[in-house]
């Protein structure tokens, strides 16, 4: 099981630029969740998706931040343009909710520096 | 509404002493509740959940927690502190949508 998968591990941009940040989920999953990690804030929650719908973006900072998910085993989150204050780490997990199992699965994250 | 909160940022053990990093809940139902330990630079993994079954749960490395309804605690701990368990460690409560709510953490410190 390869787990969730991000890409890019690392990315360093400047400021104004278009950032697209690419998470697979674990096969067989229904949902897909996007967090950011900041020292200042902790684990937020930017928006997650289930059976590859948006459910709830109420977590998306700004309309610079949107994300899609176009079929189950692919999803991307983009930034445009791109901001200082966005440099964080991006995580993206997926679940699969079945009875009590419906824990997360977080993949190694993207670590974005925004000059 | 749920949250929780994590009532030490820092705790520092020595190698082979007991950990005890603490958490309560606040949760209008009952609760699903999970630690996770993220290591430095790595994701978040899963150490435990609770989902209404037994009260005492056991996870991975020998770590454990304990649901009491009482106190609105989700404690963590382990008999014996590796030097390996160094890392941040986040206790988590899950809404009724499946979305988690975080504490902010606490940094394990293990002394050799």
């Known amino acids: 099981d390869a787990g969730v998968i991000q890409s890019p591990r690392h990315e360093v941009t400047e400021m104004g630029q278009e950032v697209t940040l690419r998470c697979k989920p674990i096969s067989g999953h229904d949902y897909l969740f996007w967090y950011r990690q900041t020292m200042m804030r902790g684990l937020e929650l930017l928006i997650y998706f289930n059976n590859n719908v948006p459910i709830d973006d109420s977590g998306m900072p700004e309309d610079r931040f949107s994300a899609k998910m176009p079929n189950a085993s692919f999803s991307t989150l983009k930034i445009q343009p791109s901001e200082p204050r966005d440099s964080a780490v991006y995580f993206c997990?997926?679940?699969?909710?079945?009875?009590?199992?419906?824990?997360?699965?977080f993949g190694p994250g993207t670590r974005l520096t925004v000059t | 509404a749920q949250s929780v909160t994590q009532l030490d940022s820092h705790v520092s053990v020595s190698e082979g002493t007991p950990v005890l990093l603490r958490c309560n809940y606040s949760s209008s139902y009952s609760p699903s509740l999970f630690w996770y330990v993220q290591h430095p630079n790595k994701g978040l993994q899963l150490l435990l959940k609770?989902?209404?079954?037994?009260?005492l749960v056991k996870g991975i490395n020998g770590f454990e927690a304990e649901f009491k309804k009482s106190e609105t605690s989700f404690h963590l701990t382990k008999p014996s502190a590796h030097m390996s368990d160094a890392a941040e460690y986040f206790c988590v409560v899950m809404s009724g949508t499946y979305k988690y709510i975080f504490g902010t953490g606490t940094r394990l410190k293990v002394l050799a």
């Open positions: 997990a997926s679940s699969l909710v079945l009875g009590t199992n419906y824990e997360q699965y």
């Open positions: 609770y989902t209404s079954a037994a009260t």
